[in-house]
């Protein structure tokens, strides 16, 4: 926990905008990230409350209140639907507003420093979120074990971390078709990522303190 809230500290120093993602079925226990950003001041900060397409006008004004409340020093609390693509287009625009103009960092024809496998996982993890709800998605970590290319064929093998059996039988589901689905649609979107043809196996492991275990946070990125 203590490696995960020090990537978070680390993150808002270094920001030009913050954008502070919760939902209408939060549960309000970010106390200690809420006091940082409380604490905030030369940053613009931006709450952006998602999944207002699941609760009616009152729950989400309520929801709206609860956090200009919470962070009065916030620049602006946004109502927002990801899946519907309500508010989105809006906090882009916001984004690059406060994005301050500079030399590029990287050559134009460098579009990242990240390694493929770290853009396999997210495509993994991302379709995670789409097809699970609430917090299940939250408890997850993917990590990717091997990654081989040979000139026609990328063959990827993904490791979905869970913090409890129940949380595995979910992530996997009735007769395997959950995992089948994420998986499917990973390797669709790898396939159009890499251009190429992919290979993909996804195994669902359970590992009770990913959170707090130094060694498996390093992995998966948080140092």
């Given at each position: 926990?203590?490696a995960?809230?020090a990537?978070?500290?680390?993150?808002l120093?270094?920001?030009d905008v913050?954008?502070f993602v919760t939902?209408i079925?939060?549960k309000?226990?970010e106390?200690?990230v809420v006091?940082r950003?409380?604490?905030?001041v030369?940053?613009?900060i931006y709450?952006?409350?998602?999944?207002?397409?699941?609760?009616?006008?009152?729950e989400?004004e309520?929801?709206?209140?609860y956090?200009k409340?919470?962070?009065p020093?916030?620049t602006?609390?946004?109502?927002?639907s990801?899946?519907?693509?309500f508010g989105?287009e809006?906090?882009?625009?916001l984004v690059?507003?406060?994005?301050p103009l500079?030399p590029?960092?990287y050559p134009?024809?460098?579009?990242?420093?990240?390694?493929?496998?770290?853009?396999a996982?997210?495509m993994?993890r991302?379709?995670?979120?789409?097809l699970?709800?609430?917090?299940?998605?939250?408890?997850?970590?993917v990590?990717?074990?091997e990654?081989?290319e040979d000139?026609?064929?990328?063959r990827?093998?993904?490791?979905?971390?869970?913090?409890?059996?129940?949380q595995?039988?979910?992530i996997?589901?009735?007769?395997?078709?959950?995992?089948?689905k994420?998986g499917?649609?990973?390797?669709?979107?790898?396939?159009?990522?890499?251009?190429?043809?992919v290979f993909?196996?996804?195994f669902v492991k359970?590992?009770?303190?990913w959170r707090?275990?130094?060694k498996a946070?390093?992995?998966f990125?948080?140092?």
């Amino acid at each position: 926990h203590n490696a995960m809230m020090a990537f978070v500290y680390s993150s808002l120093e270094d920001a030009d905008v913050i954008l502070f993602v919760t939902d209408i079925y939060e549960k309000h226990d970010e106390e200690p990230v809420v006091e940082r950003l409380r604490k905030t001041v030369d940053t613009p900060i931006y709450i952006l409350v998602n999944k207002i397409d699941q609760a009616d006008q009152a729950e989400v004004e309520a929801k709206l209140a609860y956090w200009k409340e919470q962070l009065p020093n916030a620049t602006d609390v946004l109502p927002i639907s990801a899946l519907n693509a309500f508010g989105t287009e809006r906090v882009l625009q916001l984004v690059l507003e406060h994005l301050p103009l500079h030399p590029p960092y990287y050559p134009k024809d460098e579009l990242t420093d990240k390694p493929e496998r770290f853009f396999a996982a997210e495509m993994v993890r991302e379709k995670i979120f789409k097809l699970y709800k609430k917090e299940v998605p939250y408890s997850c970590e993917v990590a990717i074990e091997e990654f081989k290319e040979d000139d026609d064929i990328i063959r990827i093998r993904g490791v979905i971390y869970v913090e409890r059996n129940s949380q595995k039988g979910i992530i996997i589901g009735a007769k395997g078709e959950a995992l089948k689905k994420v998986g499917t649609w990973a390797r669709e979107e790898m396939e159009k990522f890499f251009q190429k043809k992919v290979f993909l196996e996804l195994f669902v492991k359970v590992n009770e303190n990913w959170r707090t275990d130094a060694k498996a946070l390093t992995r998966f990125g948080y140092q």
